[in-house]
T-cell receptor, first 115, second 109 residues
Framework: KAGVTQTPRYLIKTRGQQVTLSCSPISGHRSVSWYQQTPGQGLQFLFEYFSETQRNKGNFPGRFSGRQFSNSRSEMNVSTLELGDSALYLC??????????????FGPGTRLTVL | TQLLEQSPQFLSIQEGENLTVYCNSSSVFSSLQWYRQEPGEGPVLLVTVVTGGEVKKLKRLTFQFGDARKDSSLHITAAQPGDTGLYLCAGNRDDKIIFGKGTRLHILP
């Protein structure tokens, strides 16, 4: 069974631009969560989608948004990029929504650099 | 506010030594997970502990969940270079998963 895939793996943008990251979960998984990882703050939860609905949201500004499609693939968008948005963005999939006891599988991440 | 504190932040030891890393909180979690992350990769789940006082073993790794479900430890026996990585703990609470900042472990051959 293929793992979680994320595209692109690396991205360089400039301040003010916007970016869209993509995540394909493991086949059959309906929950996709997004995280931001930085050396200073560690792994921080952005949001979770389950069956095309946002179920949970972390403490990030509205510039960070996401969506999930009917095939469970998810995209994350960051508008008006700031230098502080440079980070590794990780996507994780699981069979059920957060709160249910099942394993979460992470993708390799997208390394975003904002210049 | 960092709800999960991991210590130490960095640890560098010789191959063959034993070590323990900690994950502490003032909050109660319904379950807690440990992950290992290698450079350029996403975290990989090692174990989930659910019951207070629970001990789980994974080869040379021993995980313990505190009786009050507020803290956890990971003990590695006879560390090997392949154990090198970032060890993250994550607590599940109120439909959210909260991660610690991790312990970066380096095993010297």
């Amino acid at each position: 069974k293929a793992g979680v895939t994320q595209t692109p793996r690396y991205l360089i943008k400039t301040r003010g631009q916007q970016v869209t990251l993509s995540c394909s979960p493991i086949s059959g998984h309906r929950s996709v969560s997004w995280y931001q990882q930085t050396p200073g703050q560690g792994l921080q939860f952005l949001f979770e989608y389950f069956s095309e609905t946002q179920r949970n949201k972390g403490n990030f500004p509205g510039r960070f948004s996401g969506r999930q499609f009917s095939n469970s693939r998810s995209e994350m968008n960051v508008s008006t990029l700031e230098l502080g948005d440079s980070a590794l963005y990780l996507c994780a999939s699981r069979g059920g929504p957060l709160g249910s006891y099942n394993e979460q599988f992470f993708g390799p991440g997208t390394r975003l650099t904002v210049l | 506010t960092q709800l999960l504190e991991q210590s130490p932040q960095f640890l560098s030891i010789q191959e063959g030594e034993n070590l323990t890393v900690y994950c502490n909180s003032s909050s109660v979690f319904s379950s807690l997970q440990w992950y290992r992350q290698e450079p350029g990769e996403g975290p990989v789940l090692l174990v989930t502990v659910v019951t207070g006082g629970e001990v789980k073993k994974l080869k040379r790794l021993t995980f313990q969940f505190g009786d009050a479900r507020k803290d956890s430890s990971l003990h590695i026996t006879a560390a090997q270079p392949g154990d090198t990585g970032l060890y993250l703990c994550a607590g599940n609470r109120d439909d959210k998963i909260i991660f610690g900042k991790g312990t970066r472990l380096h095993i010297l051959p």
